[in-house]
T-cell receptor, first 113, second 111 residues
Framework: GAGVSQSPRYKVAKRGQDVALRCDPISGHVSLFWYQQALGQGPEFLTYFQNEAQLDKSGLPSDRFFAERPEGSVSTLKIQRTQQEDSAVYLC???????????FGPGTRLTVT | EDQVTQSPEALRLQEGESSSLNCSYTVSGLRGLFWYRQDPGKGPEFLFTLYSAGEEKEKERLKATLTKKESFLHITAPKPEDSATYLCAVQAAGANSKLTFGKGITLSVRP
């Protein structure tokens, strides 16, 4: 079956621009996670949804980062007024139940110039 | 704070040369320990979940084991296609389901 998909795969933004990153989880998966992965590092947690409820946003680095999942399926991660330090790969993962294994998408590579 | 340390950072093996990758962790109540494989330009691919000390799981040339302080990923007779970054992550007991990852181990297998 189809896995987790993310779009766009690559995004180049000028400093100060707003960006929106999309995640389509595996159909029927109630839990959805966003992670940020810097070059040479492991993924770091950003935020977690169970259905449409955002249960944990403790990893969002600043109030410029905002995530939503209004209908409990597709999720969007928005970054306002991008900065160079936002350059990273943004990974989305979903799982069938909150404590089960998480399946990752291919990621969106964001480069802020 | 949950912490995961993986060693070595990089490992080069000859095809057929077996070895082990180490993952040390500290967590406030372990719910599960996860191993993922990540190829360049791709997202992490799920390999194993271990839940309790003494548990072992195998898949092809890979075997994962778990103690109360660390996990090992044993690679038996590796092939060049096993070259990748291997990530270890822990999930703490409680309502939060987030994974805390180590930095990963980059494995290169020469033919």
């Amino acid at each position: 079956g189809a896995g987790v998909s993310q779009s766009p795969r690559y995004k180049v933004a000028k400093r100060g621009q707003d960006v929106a990153l999309r995640c389509d989880p595996i159909s029927g998966h109630v839990s959805l996670f966003w992670y940020q992965q810097a070059l040479g590092q492991g993924p770091e947690f950003l935020t977690y949804f169970q259905n449409e409820a955002q249960l944990d946003k403790s990893g969002l680095p600043s109030d410029r980062f905002f995530a939503e999942r209004p209908e409990g399926s597709v999720s969007t991660l928005k970054i306002q007024r991008t900065q160079q330090e936002d350059s990273a790969v943004y990974l989305c993962a979903s799982s069938g139940q909150p404590l089960y294994e998480q399946y990752f998408g291919p990621g969106t590579r964001l480069t802020v110039t | 704070e949950d912490q995961v340390t993986q060693s070595p950072e990089a490992l080069r093996l000859q095809e057929g040369e077996s070895s082990s990758l180490n993952c040390s962790y500290t967590v406030s109540g372990l719910r599960g320990l996860f191993w993922y494989r990540q190829d360049p330009g791709k997202g992490p691919e799920f390999l194993f979940t271990l839940y309790s000390a003494g548990e072992e799981k195998e898949k092809e040339r890979l075997k994962a084991t778990l103690t109360k302080k660390e996990s090992f990923l044993h690679i038996t007779a590796p092939k060049p296609e096993d070259s990748a970054t291997y990530l270890c992550a822990v999930q703490a007991a409680g309502a939060n389901s987030k994974l805390t990852f180590g930095k990963g181990i980059t494995l290169s297998v020469r033919p």
